[in-house]
């Protein structure tokens, strides 16, 4: 006596694929009713969409010009750093910061 073993697995999975198969026909068709049932949807404010416009219109923040000259500057070993002003910004935000979180 012989028995098929791949013969019957061959026929529990196209059982399987089918089963497989229809959940996602019901699922697909659920979502197609739901979807049409349940749209959501957003609404800016005047006041946001007047934030939005002005962003789009106003201009870059960064003046590239200076930077440009800058960068030159810094290539060509002209740009000398002020030292004394440094240390007294360095000071004024450490005490600032510190301020801060005291």
């Given at each position: 006596m012989s028995i098929s073993i791949n013969?019957?697995?061959t026929q529990k999975n196209i059982v399987v694929e089918q089963n497989q198969a229809k959940k996602q026909q019901e699922v697909s068709k659920q979502?197609?009713?739901s979807t049409s049932k349940n749209?959501?949807?957003?609404q800016l404010t005047s006041q946001v969409q007047s934030l939005?416009?002005?962003q789009a219109t106003s201009?870059?923040?960064v003046n590239t010009?200076?930077?440009e000259t800058l960068k030159a500057a810094i290539l060509n070993g002209e740009y000398k750093v002020n030292t004394e002003r440094l240390a007294e910004k360095l000071?004024?935000?450490e005490g600032d910061f510190g301020k801060a979180f005291a």
């Amino acid at each position: 006596m012989s028995i098929s073993i791949n013969r019957q697995a061959t026929q529990k999975n196209i059982v399987v694929e089918q089963n497989q198969a229809k959940k996602q026909q019901e699922v697909s068709k659920q979502g197609v009713d739901s979807t049409s049932k349940n749209q959501d949807s957003v609404q800016l404010t005047s006041q946001v969409q007047s934030l939005n416009n002005m962003q789009a219109t106003s201009e870059p923040q960064v003046n590239t010009q200076k930077v440009e000259t800058l960068k030159a500057a810094i290539l060509n070993g002209e740009y000398k750093v002020n030292t004394e002003r440094l240390a007294e910004k360095l000071s004024k935000f450490e005490g600032d910061f510190g301020k801060a979180f005291a």
